[in-house]
């Protein structure tokens, strides 16, 4: 099992046996947590098959004329995992663990199925990645897109950019609470995002 594959594979191990742990309360806490996330994803998913469903199409993906889903080993975060577990039936889980038991042929993402994302909600990184042929594509011809667009990027940075408190460094938070710790934890371990949040409490002082 490559590197990635096991690091993806513990996360999804150690979020689902933390949540089994959980009293109902403490499981209906969380996903009311997630739900506006849950809701903002439904509505960028909308948007993106109202727009782009003709631009990117299975083809794409198998051609390798994208880099979307093409590529190997791509970022998932602690709370991609969390909230996938929290949504997803266990034999979804199983197959994501499954597929990472693999063998990888290293020519596309593992979590690639023949129907596509094998994720219930794929990760954040993949949902907002638009490559340069679609992005021209579609905005080049369509202000109004271009605007809604950017409107939902700003959404996504409410809950994954942590110059304020986010969704996604909360779910960490509260795994780390709970005796955890995880590669995928990004926001308690990348550099970059560790700026992030130092700057943002110095300029709050
Ligand atoms: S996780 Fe899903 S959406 Fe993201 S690159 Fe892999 S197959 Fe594509």
Same mark, same amino acid.
């Given at each position: ?5 096991? !690091? ?6 150690? /979020? ?12 209906? !806490?969380? +996903? ?9 994803? +439904?509505?960028?998913? $909308?948007?993106?098959?109202? =727009?782009?469903? $003709?631009?990117?199409? $299975? +083809?794409?993906? $198998? ?17 991609? /995992?969390?909230?996938? /577990? ?23 993402? /593992? ?47 409410? =809950? ?36 992030? +949040? ?8």
């Amino acid at each position: 099992m490559s590197e990635y594959n096991r !690091e993806q594979s513990e996360a999804i191990v150690l /979020v689902r046996r933390h949540l089994k742990t959980l009293s109902p309360s403490g499981l209906a !806490e969380l +996903k009311t947590r997630i739900r506006n996330y849950v809701r903002f994803r +439904k509505e960028a998913d $909308q948007f993106l098959q109202d =727009y782009f469903s $003709q631009i990117c199409t $299975q +083809k794409c993906y $198998q051609d390798h004329y994208s880099a979307c889903c093409s590529r190997e080993g791509i970022t998932t975060f602690f709370a991609d /995992v969390v909230i996938n /577990v929290l949504i997803s039936s266990a034999e979804e889980i199983d197959r994501l663990l499954r597929v990472l038991s693999l063998p990888g042929l290293g020519t596309k993402c /593992v979590y690639l199925g023949k129907r596509g994302c094998i994720w219930r909600i794929k990760p954040i990184v993949c949902e907002m990645f638009l490559c340069e042929h679609a992005r021209k594509t579609l905005f080049d011809k369509d202000p109004s897109a271009l605007k809604e667009w950017q409107r939902l990027k700003r959404r996504e940075k409410r =809950y994954t950019w942590p110059d304020r408190p986010v969704l996604f460094d909360d779910l960490e938070t509260c795994f780390i609470r709970a005796g955890y710790s995880s590669s995928l934890m990004y926001f308690h371990n990348s550099p970059g995002l560790l700026r992030v +949040k130092s700057s943002a409490s110095k300029k709050s002082r």
